[in-house]
């Protein structure tokens, strides 16, 4: 089983950046996709970002041009870089690797992200 643990959120003011990391446990890594989620308290947790074993990426719309995800099977992590961030980016964001398009059930802790003046 994978073990996922996110860090680098905090607080931001709008228009600002900020470069969260998820590092995964575990030998295949490299062979998963992994996504990026947010959720915010009272509703679902939705997709951000997905990158693919082989680089390609994906993106909500709500966020493309501003997020970029990248991944560096080396350390067994993932990243999200975060610019131009809005008050409605605030949220928890958690990682997860992918299977045919569905997260795994085992989630890590999050980082939280408010972006606040």
């Known amino acids: 089983q994978v073990q996922l643990v996110e860090s680098g959120g905090g607080l931001v003011q709008p228009g600002g950046s900020l470069r969260l990391s998820c590092a995964a446990s575990?030998?295949?890594?490299?062979?998963?996709?992994m996504g990026w989620y947010r959720q915010v308290p009272g509703k679902e947790r939705d997709l951000v970002a997905v990158?693919?074993?082989?680089?390609?990426?994906n993106y909500a719309n709500s966020v493309k041009g501003r997020f970029t995800i990248s991944r560096d099977n080396a350390k067994s992590t993932v990243y999200l870089q975060m610019n131009l961030l809005k008050p409605e980016d605030t949220a928890v964001y958690y990682c997860?690797?992918?299977?045919?398009?569905?997260?795994?059930?085992?989630w890590g802790q999050g980082t939280q992200v408010t972006v606040s003046s």
């Open positions: 575990g030998r295949l890594f490299s062979i998963h996709a």
């Open positions: 990158i693919l074993s082989g680089g390609s990426t």
């Open positions: 997860n690797i992918v299977v045919n398009g569905v997260p795994s059930d085992s």
